[in-house]
């Protein structure tokens, strides 16, 4: 990241630019930094100018506290403003969810697309299990107890008992406790974990919802479901792609939708 902006709180924000053509910011998921979407900003290069940016609370920018998801939307307003006042938005599963209430909420940008925003309305006990993941990650939170923050994430997203232990022992492990409590923060962009559906259809601009066909069916459902709640929405599936998408994949289909006329 070789720039900063500051957002309407004072909050410094790290962010970098690579590329040429119509302008996107990406915005990473939970436990992510900017750095995490390096990859699809280059794909993205040849076509669209990409910007990637650490979220607060994570990588070189700030966190001024009280944490509200209405900073973080202010955050992204004054990153459009920051590269010039005309943006698209791009964001990866939570981060998809705080693109879908920037643009809900009426910052400036011309389109938005989304990609496998893990709304839990399709997943069976899907509310339950969000309600029980959001009371455990705030007392692991509030009693410091990082690490064992970011194994309540990980359980949440599948991942089994051994690989959890053998992720305690990896080099890694210090960075992900780093940015631990910022797990709070995409726990609130997520609301109550399930689809916003009053709040998705007052969205004005042009919004692409795309999903994996080798994720979860839930997965599939919930992103669909967006599209349907969205008024001006399109839905498409990458064959072949997980959560953990391949910007080969992911960069050509968003390009074609980013430089549309």
Not at 12 to 18: C, E, F, N, R
């Amino acid at each position: 990241m070789d720039k900063k902006t500051t957002s309407r709180d004072g909050t410094s924000l790290a962010y970098g630019v690579t590329g040429q053509g119509p302008t996107v910011i990406l915005v990473s998921g939970a436990m992510s930094t900017g750095g995490t979407l390096a990859p699809l900003a280059q794909r993205l290069a040849d076509q669209c100018t990409a910007v990637v940016y650490d979220r607060r609370g994570r990588g070189e920018s700030g966190d001024t506290k009280p944490y509200a998801v209405e900073r973080e939307v202010e955050d992204l307003a004054a990153l459009i403003d920051a590269v010039g006042g005309d943006a698209a938005l791009f964001g990866v599963s939570s981060g998809g969810a705080l693109v879908l209430e920037a643009v809900a909420s009426g910052v400036s940008a011309g389109r938005a697309s989304v990609y496998e925003v893990p709304y839990a309305d399709f997943l069976r006990g899907g509310a339950e299990r969000e309600a029980t993941y959001k009371e455990q990650l705030n007392k692991a939170l509030s009693e410091g107890r990082r690490g064992d923050a970011v194994e309540l994430f990980l359980r949440l997203t599948g991942l089994g008992e051994e690989v959890i232990r053998g992720a305690r022992q990896s080099p890694m492990w210090a960075g992900m406790e780093a940015v631990a409590p910022s797990l709070a923060y995409d726990d609130a962009v997520m609301g109550d974990g399930l689809l916003p559906r009053d709040r998705l259809a007052g969205i004005s601009v042009p919004v692409l919802v795309v999903a994996g066909g080798a994720s979860p069916d839930w997965m599939r459902e919930a992103n669909r479901e967006i599209s349907r709640a969205v008024p001006e929405a399109a839905y498409r599936v990458l064959e072949g792609q997980t959560h953990m998408v391949e910007p080969d994949v992911l960069g050509p289909v968003l390009a074609a939708f980013l430089t549309e006329a």
